[in-house]
């Protein structure tokens, strides 16, 4: 059975995700700092394929802990086919807000601790010449967002290291794949200045599980938003600004 570990499984799409994968056949390990939550989606799992998921309590800013935390689980399980980093926060989208520790947080969780996590992940599957490596990232990460300048760049910067790895990991046959989201129907959903016709989160696991499952680099979920992403790239910075995003 393949084995994966998700960071940010607590609720959500990782949850979502880990349903999806653990339909597909997954061995998996839930990481989240609410660890209630997420033991009572294992036990939910396991009564349907015992002793497949573990819940491990997990914050992100902690990143000295990761490099054993990642030893502990991979032993436990059996090894590492797939790593889906999907830990994020999202302060109130508003333009008249300047909250140092609001965005510092934002980059810790959504940047940082990827990349801490990704620093144990890729070298393992480097020498095991295979394994995939997924990022929920944000169509958000696209521009620089007047309301929310943190989350954008931290976004914005994930995308960026992602493509890194793939560039240094695909000649070693593993496949590193970026998603970029569109509004998913979470509690993180509050705190966007308006609601356009959001996925549910089971629609984006469905849809994040055909990105994996076709290996593909870089996907929009849903889909149907990759063309409003490719324009929002191209614009001007001009028009851009004068946009109410």
């Not at 294992?42 to 992100?60: I, P, S, W």
């Not at 089971?202 to 849809?207: F, N, P």
Request: proline share 4%; net charge positive; aromatic share 6%.
């Amino acid at each position: 059975m393949p084995r994966a570990i998700i960071v940010g499984a607590s609720s959500g799409v990782g949850a979502a995700l880990a349903r999806e994968l653990h339909n597909q056949g997954y061995v998996i390990a839930l990481l989240g700092r609410r660890l209630p939550e997420l033991q009572h989606l294992a036990n939910e799992l396991n009564q349907l394929r015992r002793g497949t998921v573990a819940a491990y309590a997990h914050n992100v800013h902690v990143t000295a802990g990761i490099p054993e935390l990642c030893r502990t689980i991979c032993a436990q399980i059996g090894g590492l086919d797939l790593f889906v980093y999907c830990a994020g926060v999202m302060y109130p989208n508003n333009p008249a807000t300047h909250d140092t520790d609001a965005d510092l947080e934002m980059l810790q969780t959504n940047l940082l601790g990827a990349v801490a996590w990704l620093n144990e992940v890729a070298p393992r599957m480097q020498s095991a010449g295979s394994g995939q490596i997924v990022g929920i990232g944000s169509i958000a990460g696209d521009r620089g967002r007047r309301g929310i300048p943190a989350y954008s760049a931290s976004k914005a910067g994930l995308h960026t290291y992602l493509e890194a790895m793939r560039n240094r990991l695909s000649r070693h046959g593993v496949t590193v794949t970026t998603i970029k989201l569109w509004q998913v129907q979470t509690a993180m959903l509050a705190n966007a200045d308006r609601v356009i016709q959001p996925a549910s989160p089971q629609l984006a696991a469905r849809l994040i599980w055909r990105a994996i499952r076709h290996k593909r680099q870089v996907v929009y979920v849903p889909g149907r938003w990759a063309a409003a992403g490719l324009v929002l790239q191209h614009l001007p910075s001009f028009i851009f600004r004068r946009l109410s995003l």
